[in-house]
């Protein structure tokens, strides 16, 4: 066993250092500066002594970051652009509110393209910018960026990711380029087609340009292959069909660059993944024999489905608008009573919940070495290349409420599933309910849960992680409140740090 840890331990150092190394050789180069305009964080990319170059405003989507944009922002640096992205507020580390929320939709809306509108006359301005300026977006930034665009008749072209906006005529905004992942929904695919079949007086074709581009009425519909909403951030495809758009809108011939930071960063996370097995074995044993309430399947699967169908029943009609967090108000309510009901159900069962450890202290100390895992190991560099994971002073304060309820989910799943003899499969399938139950969610109340669809891949994979640590951490230390509790404070930062911040 020590042999295999051994080799664990080297295999996935080796692909992180190689990880590091190929992702700090994409800016090379290429010149950062920071800035902040009107309290809007901004980062300029471009080329060292390059002679002026249009340059193009990048903004992320819902709950992301300008990390999130990093990737096509290095693609059009490298290839002579001036590429400058931004936090949108309430996102990141922007340190404003985002009034409105979606209660107020158009109130929102407008404070999302007041910031846009605050970038793009920092980019004209720019000593590196030549004075002309296009925009790129992903999401919800598509629709904000039309907006920003069709008010601004000197915005060149737009280049819209994930595509949703419906406030498009066939001369504007100028030059419009539609990439969506060719995995995604169909219905969103649709409404892309629909704006550029617009311009082609018929069923518009993927990879056909339409219109007039030198006269700004150009209309372009693209799939990136092998992508869905958050890969075509990273696919191939999006970063040369924006590419060649832009060099046809301006006028320009230089390519060849693209950003493949996608493998390196799979490898970087796989890689530290993997060293949560050998660290695991470092973690001592809190129990003599596995605890847990060992139920079989007839006894567990009831009690798994029963909170994943009450929970979005109860909580449907219920406010849920306690925190000045967006959507991770309901995530901690959600997690929180599904929590309870899990308990409730074992407790059903007449098998004892746990009041405290046999070894307290030892569990305590391993429960915030597997916390520190997430939010260090992990979090720093989804900080440095992912999405912004450091978080203000007042996503801190939001930290503790919504811990408690992802505590009171964890703790109660992992004593669930967990156990000598328990239900082979069943850790997996108490997930898939709860992702089942976060679906009925949205099901009944779509206006307000939208959002949740869009980050379901991310909460899919951080599930993922969480139970393949999980079980690498209890099979070292036989009891469920490490992995339960690491978890739940993993969880919890993520959603401090990500959601947007409202007033």
Known sequence: MAGLRNFFLVLSSIAVAVALIE?????????????????????????????????????????????????????????????????????????????????????????????VDRVVAYARALAGADGRVALAGHSMATDVIVRAARRDPLIAAVVALSFFARDVTPESPKNLLIVDGAWESQRLIDVGADVVSATAGGPAQPGVTYGDVARGAGRRLALARGAEHIGVLYSYDAHAETLAWLNAVFGRSEAGYIDRRGLWLALLFGGLIALARPLAALLPALAPAPLGAALPWRRLAPRAIAPALLTPLLLWKAPTDFMPILLGDYLTAHLGLYGLLTAAGIWATRVSLPVAPARLWPAVACSIAVAAYYTLALGVPLDAYVVSFAPTMRRLTLLPVIFAGCAAYFLADEWLTRGQGAARGGYAFSKFCFVASLALAVALNPRRLFFLVIISVVVVILLAVYGL???????????????????????AWAIAVCFPIVD
């Open 23 to 115: 992702l700090g050789g994409q800016q090379s180069g290429l010149v950062a500066t920071v800035a902040d305009v009107q309290g809007v964080p901004v980062t300029v990319l471009q080329k060292s002594n390059h002679a002026p170059a249009p340059a193009v405003v990048i903004a992320h989507g819902f709950s992301g970051s300008q990390q999130l944009m990093a990737p096509l922002a290095t693609t059009l640096a490298q290839n002579g652009y001036v590429a400058v992205t931004f936090d949108f507020s309430g996102h990141g580390r922007n340190a404003r509110p985002l009034s409105g929320g979606i209660g107020d939709a158009a109130k929102s809306t407008e404070v999302l393209v007041a910031d």
């Open 469 to 491: 640590v999980g079980h690498w951490v209890y099979a070292r230390t036989r009891d469920p409140l490490p992995g339960a509790l690491g978890a739940a404070f993993g969880l």
